[in-house]
């Protein structure tokens, strides 16, 4: 923060602040001059409508405190001009950088201090998006404070290293700073966000044996499932329960799933970590900015916000065939880019999918009931919603077949979340420091994935007859791996092979190929 009084008879003031874009924050200069002349404030530096209103905010806020302003024109600068700024997050430094510049506040009191927040016209500090970004960004530059809201100051101390400075008014802030009633340290009392269902497990779902299995495997190695069945099979039930079986978030996913929700603005309010996995289910009808991330600001899109944790699409095929090709890229490469005219944003995309879809367009496609109509080039095309692109980054294609009445009526037998999640947790701390399979890249997978001659012979046989392309044979190998690693074996045997092929489908909804693989 810099001070400086001109001859010209002019005050200015410099404020260290920053604006998120995407989910990352980017340092912001607000500097504010007190110059001679009619009374009139004016805001530039690229500001979108949130920023320009700051200046009603500001006044107002300033009134309700006591604190008046010189009868002066007052210029904001929004420093770097270029960089777009978007919502109310910079009231707070823009008023801070007032008084200082009128002299209600010592030049030195925001030294070495980066601020954020939004004010009310009666003075107090509303929670801003990013919060968790921003205090990031305050210890790469070297700040040793932060000032923020009290409704952010608990995400904000996840970085470790800052003094957080929360504050829940203005007036309560300017005493602070000036050295009168010093604030409380933020706490952690707000409850944890929950991003699962409470209550779900697995010893509510009757039978799918195959897909329970399936998703364990995929647990284990962080592989993407789809499911096809018959309505009412129970594929939305396994799905809403797969993350009761997932591994508990280490600190840093934690800090990286909480730093995309709060850019999203999904903690406002809460100002508490993420500790669990998170689990998103988007309607069908999601556009391609909701599933991939985008508009104007850019914002998080669904695959972002599952960032670590689950995407769960329900009705897969019946998403658009764009919104559905969007995938491609974040599955591949785990991560989003989006590049506009004037930026470009990368986002982290490292999700889980797990997808759901019925054999048919009427869904009875195989039912005992023989309910189905649909003739053979309507299942074709609707197959064909689902790309072989896309469909080969599918490492586990299961059917969900209909459950029998006595199977669904009988006493509960399924095993619970807690003894398949150890297994899973288990089978993660043999893998070690490699992490989840799925994202090795191909030399570390070569070297962790050494075959038996049998299991070799065994793929080479399964690639001709299921005509893999490169990829499908690379993922079956990734699932190999996680099978080897559920069994406590070093190497990939025979019969790990044969299970991961089981799961391969050289087209949607045809298993006639699978169906021959035998040890």
Known sequence: MALGLLCL???TATIRTATVVGVDARPVDVE????????????????DVAVKEARYRVQAALRATDLHLPSKRITVNLAPAALRKDGAALDLPMALGLLVAAGHLPEDALADALVIGELSLSGHLRAVRGALSVAALAKALGRSRLIVPRDNGAEAMAVGGLEVIASP????????LSGGATLPEPTHSAPPIRTTEEGCDFDEVRGQAVA?????????????????GNPGAGKTMLARRFGTILPSLSTEEGIEVTKVHSAAGLTLGTGQMIHERPFRAPHHTVSEAGLIGGGHPIRPGEVSLAHHGVLFLDEMPELPRHVLESLRQPMEDREVVIARARQTVRLPAAFMLVAAANPCPCGWLGHPAGRCRCAADEVSRYAGRISGALLDRIDLVVETPAIAPDELMGEVTSEGSASIRSRVVEARERAGARGPNARLSGRVLRRAAPMSDGARTLM??????????????????????????????????????AEAMRYRRPSAWNASSVSRIEV
Request: aromatic share 4%.
């Open 9 to 11: 008879g002019h005050v």
């Open 32 to 47: 504010v001059e007190l110059a001679q002349g009619l009374p009139f404030f004016s805001i530039i530096g690229l500001g």
């Open 169 to 176: 008014t203005l007036s309560a802030l300017v005493a602070h």
């Open 212 to 228: 329970r299995r399936a998703l364990e495997i995929a647990a284990v190695g962080g592989h993407n499932v789809l499911m096809i």
């Open 460 to 497: 080479s046989e399964c690639m001709n007859l299921l005509h893999l392309t490169a990829r499908g044979w690379e993922r079956a190998l990734r699932v190999s791996r996680s099978i080897a690693d559920l069994d406590g074996a070093d190497r990939i045997e025979e019969h790990h092979v």
